[in-house]
């Protein structure tokens, strides 16, 4: 079993930047395909980006492409989530979820029924 503890998290001006890393301990071999997720109070969980943890592919969703970028430091356990250009509308709880057995590319990396261990949260909170 893989544990996952994000940690990054805060209050920033809107056009501001944070990075957020999501560590994972226990058996992290149990993790073929990572993401990040957000979700606000009433909404579904939306998923931001992916990445294949064998071959480094990446995913973004569309609304924030070109500001949000995803990478992985194998030797860390870690990936992180890097967040420009912020907007009042990326203020949400973001999750961290790791997927076994299955890559990114085998089904809906953005569906969170695909993931099976999720972190606790961290808040971001973006003010214009």
């Known amino acids: 079993q893989v544990q996952l503890a994000e940690s990054g998290g805060g209050s920033v001006l809107a056009g501001g930047s944070l990075t957020l890393s999501c560590v994972a301990s226990g058996y992290t071999y149990s993790r073929n395909c990572m993401a990040w997720f957000r979700q606000v109070p009433g909404k579904e969980r939306e998923g931001v980006a992916a990445?294949?943890?064998?071959?480094?592919?990446?995913y973004v969703a569309g609304p924030v492409q070109d500001r949000f970028f995803i990478s992985q430091d194998n030797a860390k356990n870690t990936i992180y989530l890097q967040m420009n250009s912020l907007k009042a509308v990326d203020t949400a709880m973001y999750y961290c979820?790791?997927?076994?057995?299955?890559?990114?590319?085998?089904?809906?990396?953005?569906?969170?029924?695909?993931?099976?261990?999720w972190g606790q949260g961290t808040q971001v909170t973006v003010s214009s």
């Open positions: 979820a790791a997927r076994s057995a299955y890559d990114c590319w085998s089904y809906n990396w953005d569906s969170s029924d695909f993931y099976n261990t």
């Open positions: 990445v294949s943890m064998a071959g480094g592919t990446t």
